[in-house]
């Protein structure tokens, strides 16, 4: 029993190292880009509409994403994240959301991020 139990938490262990201890709450294609700009004169972009999957949940979903001062974003190349802005966001690029705060129940569902990592 003890040889079990210790093999489990190696394989528990294993799994938590090789995938990092930053967690991912949802990976998608952007679909959209936002700006507060309201005049079309500023390319800043402010929020995204991302379709993809949350963690935890079995369907896709739309969800408008904020970007805020204190989002860090970030390129992903293999296992290294080089750090980015938002003029590398564009529409079609799969990335990885990190969540600050709660999602709302809101159509389409909205949230921000504390972290946006582009894949390509």
Do not use: W
């Amino acid at each position: 029993m003890l040889l079990l139990s210790v093999l489990f938490l190696g394989v528990v262990y294993g799994t938590f190292t090789a995938t990092g201890s930053e967690r991912i709450d949802m990976n998608g294609e952007i679909i959209g880009l936002c700006s507060d700009d309201l005049q079309g004169n500023s390319k800043a972009i402010d929020s995204v509409l991302v379709e993809g999957y949350q963690t935890g949940v079995s369907y896709p979903q739309n969800i408008s994403v904020s970007i805020g001062e204190n989002t860090i974003i970030y390129h992903k190349y293999g296992k290294n994240l080089v750090k980015a802005s938002t003029d590398d966001i564009k529409a079609g690029q799969k990335i990885e959301i990190r969540f600050d705060g709660p999602v709302l129940q809101t159509y389409p569902p909205q949230t921000n991020a504390s972290a946006i990592i582009i894949l390509y």
